[in-house]
């Protein structure tokens, strides 16, 4: 055999080891939103943390999708292993409700990463300083399409209280508001303060938020299961002191039959490298995932988060086994 024949024999057994190695590796789809959202980018993190982690595991990679639904929808014919949902969309698909009524999606939350507290925001000269004032006010519901805009028909039903519903974009919504052709909208916040455009309305049209009263606080808590109350510190743009408002999380689930050991590895890698996760979603950058997850979630952990979340010495409730 000659050198150049021997040459490449050892190259071509280089390149079988490396194909065997790679299939050595399982393949994991995350499931994310549109490539332009931060969410996206912050999916895009999640697959480099585990690649890094588990080189020789798993071979993670994005997959740009319609976001949560269509994320429940793909989980559930084993074409992602996570996708991002919202708690309360993956509350309705584990329980077979709403959209996803006789055909429930068993998917089972790894970890919440963003509080999305749902507010009521009005222009300050409305008059308007309870919900209860909103009956028969042209007002935004949230996007068209959107878990806020369905969320919001929900809370109001609920409280027997019906706006006169204003549909559109955001910006077409927020445009209605700079415009006095509707009082307000409902917009997630981020965290605790308000979002870049409820800013930006606010930075000319001063703005009031409305919370919920007690008894309607009483009344999410028992019959929108799937929602969170959140408590929200208020402010001067807010026009507030403290105040009560709904919300849901953006987290991350798993499609119905992942093994425990993968959804194990995937939480653990993730919650011990927060540096990765903050530098692409720096909103989560000083918060605590896996604290924050059980005090947000509204429907049952994956086997495989719940060993990570005891291992590290949390108490995971009951009802979210």
């Known amino acids: 055999m000659t050198r150049s024949t ?5 190259a071509l057994s280089v390149v079988a080891a ?3 190695a790679q299939a050595d590796e399982t393949r994991l789809a995350f499931g994310a939103t549109n490539s332009q959202s931060a969410h996206y980018a912050y999916f895009a993190s999640l697959a480099k943390i585990v690649n890094d982690a588990y080189p020789e595991t798993y071979q993670a990679s994005v997959v740009e999708t319609g976001a949560t639904v269509d994320n429940l929808r793909r989980m559930s014919r084993d074409q992602l292993d996570i996708g991002l949902i919202t708690t309360s969309s993956l509350y ?3 329980n077979g409700l709403k959209e996803f009524e006789g055909r429930a999606v068993p998917s089972k939350l790894l970890w919440a990463y963003s509080l999305a507290p749902q507010n009521v925001v009005v222009r300050r000269d409305s008059g ?4 209860s004032d909103l009956g028969g006010k042209e007002m935004g519901p949230g996007m068209r399409g959107s878990s806020t805009e369905a969320t919001s028909e929900d809370v109001f039903s609920l409280l027997d209280i019906t706006p006169d519903w204003v549909r559109g974009t955001n910006g077409e919504l927020a445009n209605m508001i700079k415009d006095d052709r509707s009082a307000g909208f409902v917009k997630s916040a981020v965290g605790t303060q308000f979002d870049a455009l409820t800013t930006d309305i606010a930075a000319f049209t001063p703005l009031q938020v409305v919370g919920l009263n007690e008894d309607e606080t009483a009344k999410v808590r028992e019959a929108l299961p799937e929602l969170s109350i959140v408590e929200m510190p208020g402010g001067e743009m807010e026009n507030s002191g403290p105040y009560t408002t709904w919300g849901f999380m953006i987290g991350v689930s ?3 039959d992942l093994d425990e050991q993968t959804a194990y590895d995937i939480t653990r890698a993730v919650m011990e490298n927060m ?4 530098a692409a979603f ?3 950058e000083g918060e605590n995932l896996a604290e924050l997850t059980l005090q947000y979630a509204t429907s049952p952990l994956h086997p495989g988060a719940i060993r990570y979340y005891e291992e590290i010495g949390l108490t995971v409730p009951d009802a979210l086994k």
Not at 6 to 10: D, E, I, L, S
Not at 128 to 131: D, F, H, P, Q
Not at 275 to 278: L, M, N
């Open 6 to 10: 021997k040459a490449f024999v050892a």
């Open 18 to 20: 490396a194909g065997a």
């Open 92 to 94: 309705h698909a584990f």
């Open 128 to 131: 308007i300083t309870a919900l």
């Open 254 to 256: 798993a499609r119905p």
């Open 275 to 278: 540096a990765e996760q903050a």
């Open 282 to 284: 720096p909103s989560v």
